[in-house]
């Protein structure tokens, strides 16, 4: 799979679920997967950090 | 077989544990994403596949606590429940709480401009330590140990001028070992517990690279847990403890989407395990 950011390789792993956040090694842009049919994903940008986030 | 449904915005480690024991336990269980789900006044339990209980994990507390009133709306038994949620999301209602139910806590000071910070941080003298009312990991955290260094930071305070950040949260420097403890406990029962020992700062979060030790569960320490779960509603919880030279525990956080990949690499009980059947049992029983 391609990054969506800078077209480098994505390597996801075949365990990887839908909400778990993938970083592409080149550009360091991280997505989220927003689908996963077999080894066919859909990602989309993943959410920044918000105010809000933890515990 | 009992229907567990986990409601997520970002799948962490924690929820990835919690999956896969819910499974191994035999459950029927799902991952929901809260991102991508639609509730309205209409809406009805029927409508979705909310199953017989919900654990909700958000990474967004304000996320997290609304997605749970709609879920207690549908009367969908979820953990932890919109009171605590509440309860444990704000570090003012929480410290009220703590102190209104005689659960040993650091003095904490409350303005609601930063004229009244100053006055409190003048009269109660440096340091003190500012804390936003909500968040977590140690974000914005910081100790006051001067006049300069508060001014610095109510100033950027009126800068940024959120809603929240009119509400000034401060709170005595404990003195204390550099370390605090994480207590987990479920229901009534503490299940793990860790010292997180500061990497430099005064911080001990691990999300800031503290490191897990085990921590000896005294009948102390549990006294002191089953006090302040009990002030904040119960549940399922990540409860932060200084040790007082003085007075010995205090509770400063209460803690409601509990975090727990550094405990779980030093606890003897499995903390994924305890969780999922605390909150099947209660839901199906």
């Given at each position: 799979m391609k990054c969506p950011e800078c077209d480098a390789n994505l390597k996801i792993p075949d365990d990887a679920s839908v909400g778990e956040i993938i970083s592409c090694p080149d550009c360091g842009a991280d997505f989220e997967i927003a689908s996963k049919n077999g080894s066919v994903c859909e990602l989309k940008h993943a959410e920044k950090v918000g105010e809000d986030w933890g515990e | 077989m009992p229907k567990f449904r986990i409601v997520f915005d970002r799948v962490r480690l924690?929820?990835?544990?919690?999956?896969?024991?819910?499974?191994?336990?035999?459950?029927?269980?799902?991952?929901?994403?809260?991102k991508t789900t639609n509730i309205s006044t209409e809406?009805?339990?029927?409508?979705?596949?909310?199953?017989?209980?919900?654990?909700?994990?958000?990474?967004?507390?304000?996320?997290?606590?609304?997605?749970?009133?709609?879920?207690?709306?549908?009367?969908?038994?979820?953990?932890n429940r919109l009171e605590v949620a509440n309860n444990c999301g704000n570090k003012m209602f929480t410290s009220?709480?703590?102190?209104?139910?005689?659960?040993?806590?650091?003095?904490?000071?409350?303005?609601?401009?930063?004229e009244s910070a100053v006055e409190t941080l003048d009269?109660?003298?440096?340091?003190?330590?500012?804390?936003?009312?909500?968040?977590?990991?140690?974000?914005?955290?910081?100790?006051?140990?001067?006049?300069?260094?508060?001014?610095?930071?109510?100033?950027?305070?009126?800068?940024?001028?959120?809603?929240?950040?009119?509400?000034?949260?401060?709170?005595e420097a404990v003195k204390r070992p550099p370390r605090?403890?994480?207590?987990?406990?479920?229901?009534?029962?503490?299940?793990?517990?860790?010292?997180?020992?500061?990497?430099?700062?005064?911080?001990?979060?691990?999300?800031?690279?503290?490191?897990?030790?085990?921590?000896?569960?005294?009948?102390?320490?549990e006294d002191v847990c089953m006090k302040a779960s009990k002030a904040v509603g119960g549940g399922i919880l990540g409860?932060?403890?200084?040790?007082?030279?003085?007075?010995?525990?205090?509770?400063?956080?209460?803690?409601?989407?509990?975090?727990?990949?550094?405990l779980a690499k030093v606890a003897k009980r499995n903390i994924p395990k305890e969780i999922v059947e605390y909150a099947v049992n209660l839901a199906v029983r």
């Open positions: - | 924690e929820e990835k544990m919690l999956e896969e024991k819910a499974i191994e336990l035999g459950h029927d269980t799902k991952m929901i994403d809260a809406s009805k339990k029927s409508d979705f596949d909310f199953g017989d209980v919900v654990l909700e994990r958000c990474v967004s507390y304000f996320r997290g606590l609304h997605f749970t009133a709609c879920l207690e709306f549908l009367d969908v038994p979820v953990f009220l709480l703590l102190k209104k139910h005689n659960v040993p806590t650091p003095k904490t000071y409350f303005s609601f401009s930063s009269r109660q003298g440096y340091p003190l330590v500012i804390k936003p009312i909500i968040g977590s990991w140690g974000r914005g955290v910081i100790l006051l140990k001067d006049r300069e260094t508060a001014d610095a930071i109510l100033e950027v305070r009126e800068i940024t001028d959120g809603p929240l950040d009119r509400i000034f949260y401060l709170q605090d403890i994480r207590v987990i406990s479920v229901g009534d029962q503490v299940i793990a517990a860790m010292y997180r020992t500061s990497t430099g700062g005064f911080k001990t979060n691990i999300a800031l690279g503290a490191e897990p030790v085990p921590c000896e569960i005294t009948k102390e320490l409860i932060d403890i200084m040790e007082d030279e003085k007075r010995g525990f205090v509770v400063h956080e209460v803690n409601n989407t509990v975090e727990f990949k550094g």
